[in-house]
């Protein structure tokens, strides 16, 4: 084989934006190396500019007419496209909110930055993967990054303990679904291509077999884990409170990202014909996240255990998308994502600042603190409202159109429980809005009467700046300015062939099994 046949098989020009990031990270690497502790004051720069050209291969990419690289082990459509630029970004403003937390914390930012820059190429790579083993080491890269980045600051018990938490439930999950996918390794006869398991399997005629039940039930934990979705959800609120706070911020984006395109592309490729079943669990899990996440955050009295929980309802609403399984639910899906990722990373900048400012994160420490940070106040509210739903906000307009989506699906129970749930969450909200807002100045908290100069131009606060007021612009605009985001979803959905061929099998699967409950 000549090296022109080599170099169409590899079609490595797929996987450019994922180059980019590992010279970037190569790059932070290198110049930290040489110039050292100097090199902190810009080297996150360079890693954000990095990213930020990633993103923009990813934009040239877009209506690829030849997706697939490494001989099918990687797919770059449409729908990939949108989640690694969903977790490129989250990782670029992760780095604008993290430079003078980091610095703060007397550990290295160069580190720090290459650790979550691996993060983020694990994270990518996953959001393509269609390939066993390519889907594993995605996974482990992701994975273990991110248990790094939870311990980065080791001289914090919380920290210490919360990647610890973190790193036992995270090998024990990864076992688990490794088990399942050595499963379907096996029952394809030794296929490691989605496709070419799915077509074995087909062949063989076990679609229903035990087998490739336990199969799907233990990759559905792997997942569920991975999204933090109850009852998966053990390690979310310790990692929350005790990591910190820029690492939970990307894992609430990045990490939640990574895992539902793991899901779109895994249970629609390989379960065509247990469509049905993985929808039944998935509604379980659904139900079970809404519930335990809305009614759990109303007890809590920090910020970041309220939003540990939050995140786990946030997993609940985006997984009707998912089980509703038209063309609608996938697009509500990417678009709920999109919006969750500057409205949910604007109340972690919000955070960030206060705790730098009072070294605290207590709800109750928040009060009056208009009197003496409007921009913060202003910030935190619109950030709070929209994560609740409140229109015009892009939260609103991302429920809707999943709420919209599972109705015409016939989810008419599952939209109704995420409707009342969301009221719920509404709740826990405004509290810490009215709190903040509407106490008296002799109603003010301890901590806020205290409260610090605001000084923008202290080093490392420049950054945080602008990662605020980007994402308080988006989170504010994306809701109104809605239509060219869900015309941008709408078009990955309809142009990525595994969505489409999901649509045709799990109709064909339906019409099979009509038939053979009419003839018993």
Not at 235 to 251: C, H
Not at 299 to 320: E, N
Not at 345 to 357: D, E, K, M, P, V
Not at 376 to 398: E, H, K, M, V
Request: hydrophobic residues 50%; neutral net charge; glycine residues 8%.
């Amino acid at each position: 084989m000549d090296f022109a046949n080599i170099a169409s098989q590899l079609n490595a020009g797929t996987i450019l934006p994922e180059g980019i990031v590992i010279l970037t990270l190569l790059g932070v690497l290198i110049v930290d190396l040489i110039l050292g502790r100097t090199s902190a004051r810009w080297i996150g720069y360079l890693a954000i500019a990095g990213l930020l050209a990633s993103i923009l291969a990813l934009c040239l990419q877009w209506d690829s007419t030849n997706p697939l690289a490494f001989t099918g082990g990687f797919n770059g459509d449409d729908l990939s496209i949108i989640f690694r630029g969903i977790i490129a970004l989250s990782a670029a403003v992760t780095i604008l909110m993290s430079i003078r937390y980091v610095e703060q914390s007397g550990t290295a930012l160069a580190e720090f930055i290459a650790i979550l820059l691996t993060a983020t190429l694990g994270g990518m790579f996953l959001s393509g993967a269609s390939e066993l083993v390519m889907i594993f080491i995605s996974l482990e890269t992701l994975s273990i990054s991110s248990y790094l980045l939870t311990g980065y600051t080791k001289r914090d018990p919380r920290s210490n303990e919360a990647a610890l938490k973190y790193l036992l439930i995270g090998a024990s999950s990864t076992a688990v679904f490794l088990y399942g996918v050595s499963l379907l390794y096996g029952l394809s006869g030794g296929q490691t291509e989605l496709s070419a398991i799915a077509s074995a399997i087909s062949t063989a005629n076990i679609g229903q077999s035990l087998g490739l039940v336990i199969a799907l039930v233990f990759v559905i934990a792997g997942i569920g884990f991975k999204i933090s979705a109850a009852p998966f959800h053990q390690w979310t609120p310790d990692v929350y409170e005790g990591a910190p706070t820029p690492v939970i911020a990307f894992l609430s984006v990045g990490s939640k990202a990574a895992g539902f395109a793991l899901a779109i592309r895994l249970l629609t490729t390989i379960f065509p014909i247990l469509t049905e079943e993985w929808h039944f669990v998935f509604t379980a899990l659904a139900v079970l996240s809404m519930i335990l996440g809305n009614v759990v955050a109303l007890a809590q009295t920090s910020m970041k255990r309220m939003l540990a929980y939050s995140s786990i309802a946030q997993a609940g609403f985006v997984m009707i998308g998912l089980i509703a399984g038209t063309d609608a639910g996938y697009s509500s899906m990417l678009f709920y994502l999109l919006v969750y990722l500057f409205m949910n990373l604007c109340g972690f900048t919000c955070i960030i600042l206060f705790s730098l400012r009072t070294g605290t994160d207590q709800i109750a420490e928040y009060s009056g603190l208009y009197q003496k940070d409007p921009l913060l106040t202003l910030a935190l509210s619109i950030s709070l409202l929209s994560l609740g739903g409140i229109p015009p906000l892009a939260g609103f307009f991302g429920k809707i159109y999943l709420f919209w989506a599972g109705w015409q699906a016939g989810l008419y129970w599952l939209v109704l429980l995420g409707l009342i749930t969301s009221v719920i969450s509404i709740y826990y909200y405004i509290r810490v809005v009215k709190m903040m807002v509407v106490k008296e100045p002799q109603e003010m908290s301890d901590v806020v009467k205290n409260y610090p100069e605001i000084r923008w131009n202290l080093p490392g606060f420049r950054p945080l700046q602008v990662g605020l007021i980007v994402t308080l612009i988006a989170t504010s605009l994306a809701g109104i300015l809605s239509n060219p985001l869900f015309s941008l979803v709408n078009h990955s959905v309809a142009n990525t062939p595994i969505l489409q061929a999901e649509k045709i099998a799990s109709s064909q699967a339906k019409i099979i099994s009509t038939v053979i409950s009419e003839e018993l």
